[in-house]
C-alpha cells in the first residue's frame, strides 16, 4: 500500500508541478499564461490518451515524437542532463519511505 500511496496518492501533485513548470516556461518564452495553461493542459491529457490506448510502451510513445536533431530531443537532453528522471524517482522513493515512517510513528 505505501508504493500505491507514494506514486498514485501522491502521483496528482507530481503531474501537477509538472504542468506549473510547463506553464512557467512557456510564459518564459512569451506566450501569455492562459495559452501556455491550456496549451499545457491539453498536452499532458492527449499524451495520457495516447499512453493509454497506443498499445505501445512509453519509450516507444516518447521516441516517436522525437525526430533526430528535432525541438523534442534538444529538450529530452536538457531535462536529462538536469536529471529529471532521477528527480522523479527519488520523489517517489521519499514519498514511499514517508509513507513506511507514518506507520512507525
Same mark, same amino acid.
Not at 501556455?36 to 521516441?63: F, H, I, P, R
Given at each position: ?26 510564459? #518564459? ?27 505501445? #510502451? ?48
Amino acid at each position: 500500500m505505501d508504493a500505491i500511496t507514494a506514486l498514485s496518492g501522491s502521483g496528482p501533485a507530481y503531474v501537477l508541478l509538472f504542468l506549473e513548470s510547463l506553464v512557467e516556461g512557456g510564459v #518564459n518564452i512569451g506566450l501569455d499564461r492562459q495559452t501556455a495553461e491550456n496549451l499545457a493542459t491539453q498536452t499532458l491529457m492527449g499524451t495520457a490518451k495516447m499512453a493509454q490506448s497506443s498499445g505501445n #510502451n512509453y519509450v516507444e510513445l516518447k521516441n516517436s515524437v522525437a525526430s533526430p536533431g528535432g525541438t523534442t530531443i534538444a529538450a529530452l537532453k536538457s531535462l536529462e542532463t538536469n536529471a529529471f528522471r532521477g528527480t522523479v524517482m527519488d520523489a517517489v522513493a521519499a514519498a514511499f519511505q514517508r509513507a513506511k515512517s507514518l506507520k512507525a510513528d
